[in-house]
């Protein structure tokens, strides 16, 4: 079990984020000495690590520096300085997930093509480097979607492009397209890997989207999809987790089409929004096997222990500015609602400002539930 619980051990988070403060709960009840480096000194990482460093995560020496520190190094984003973290592996640190892993993942380019190499099935895609070469290109396919390669989060960076003049208005920068496919739901697995090689998968999950923001807007565990589907599903992610040999967690979104196909749309190295029902919905939070993942530690049950479904409570359109959390308190009088608040204090449009879980025996009485609290919490600014 090497050092991990001995007083001189020190594990260090890149990103400061809610990712970072949730996880944070679960190295607290193992009394884990925690280092965070983060941008912004007001991160909700800040409070509750017991070191909090400021710096660049996209800067060399930031993050190097920063890594000489720790003895196991995690992140909670994919976008950090990928040559740092190859310099700390090589001289010792432990890099969990792995850079060569990061460094794939956080380029949407060279995702997909490592998905077309390792025939694992997805939608067919081109890699362009600027605007002025898409536009070369005389796409007309249309509808695709466009992609920025790098730096795309929570919808922004993803466009679906009906026409010709809506290719003028795009960003100029590298990105990707992808041909459109009909889908009828949205799922996910979370597979859980330690560095033994141990791999255990949580439930399928089904994800709603907001149809403007194009962001997560509630989580469904366990999907409402035939079983034989859900096998599908969770059997693709497993292969897409062997195809990495990560260790740590890997979120794998994917479609079920028309034709209940299982297709990859892209991953993400981490914990991520659609595990948040985890917390209170699962015997293991994805956060806790987070934690026993990249410490090499047995992993823990995935199964559910009721229904859960999460909503994200995000920033009202309209408002910017300290935030305010309207009719918080109505929820708490309902019956398997637990709110948790990221610990933000501006909030903007659309920005993950908290979430609410739902747990239920009833997956119906659930979603009923989380559609009330949808409309009841409002996110705003004074």
């Known amino acids: 079990m090497e050092n991990y619980f001995s007083s001189d051990f020190k594990l260090g988070v890149l990103g400061g984020g809610q990712l970072g403060r949730m996880l944070l709960s679960e190295t607290q009840k193992l009394d884990i000495h925690t280092c965070v ?53 090589e001289e010792g640190v432990k890099v969990y997930p792995q850079p060569s892993v990061i460094a794939t993942i956080q380029h949407k380019g ?8 390792k025939n694992i099935p997805t939608s067919p895609h081109q890699r362009f480097n600027s605007l002025k070469e898409l536009k070369a290109a005389s796409l007309n396919d249309f509808p695709f979607v466009w992609k920025s390669a790098q ?21 100029d920068t590298e990105c990707i397209t992808e041909k459109l496919i009909p889908f009828k739901n949205e799922l996910a697995v979370i597979v859980a890997r330690n560095a033994d090689g141990k791999v255990k998968t949580y439930p399928v999950v089904e994800m709603e989207f907001h149809p403007e923001a194009n962001q997560v807007e509630y989580v469904i565990c366990p999907a409402r999809i035939d079983d034989k589907v859900a096998e599908k599903a969770r059997l693709v992610a ?6 990495f040999e990560h260790v740590g967690l890997l979120a794998v979104e994917m479609f079920q089409t028309e034709n209940d196909e299982i297709i990859v749309n892209e991953v993400a190295p981490r914990t991520h929004n659609s595990g948040h029902y985890s917390i209170e919905a699962s015997y293991t939070s994805q956060f806790e096997q987070h934690l ?25 359109d309209g408002y910017e ?53 949808k409309n009841t919490v409002k996110v705003i600014s004074k």
């Open 37 to 89: 480096l983060d941008s912004s000194k007001e991160a909700p990482c800040a409070p509750y690590c017991n070191e909090f460093f400021l710096g660049d995560l996209l800067n060399y020496d930031d993050v190097y520096e920063f890594g000489k520190k720790v003895e196991v190094l995690t992140i909670e984003i994919e976008h950090v300085n990928i040559e740092a973290l190859y310099k700390l592996e």
């Open 110 to 117: 060279k995702q997909k093509d490592f998905y077309k190499e």
């Open 151 to 171: 730096f795309g989060y929570d919808g922004m960076g993803v466009k679906i492009v009906r026409n010709v003049a809506d290719i003028q208005n795009l960003p």
């Open 238 to 243: 497993m292969e897409v987790a062997k195809a």
């Open 292 to 316: 026993r993942t990249i410490l090499n530690l047995p992993l823990g049950n995935t199964d559910s222990k009721l229904a859960g479904i999460m909503v994200n409570l995000v920033g009202a």
């Open 321 to 373: 500015g300290n935030v305010i959390y309207k009719n918080i308190t109505d929820i708490l009088e309902i019956e398997g609602v637990t709110p948790h608040i990221y610990g933000k204090k501006i909030t903007k449009p659309f920005r993950k400002m908290g979430h609410v879980t739902i747990v239920n025996k009833d997956i119906k009485v659930a979603r009923k539930t989380a559609e009330l609290v």
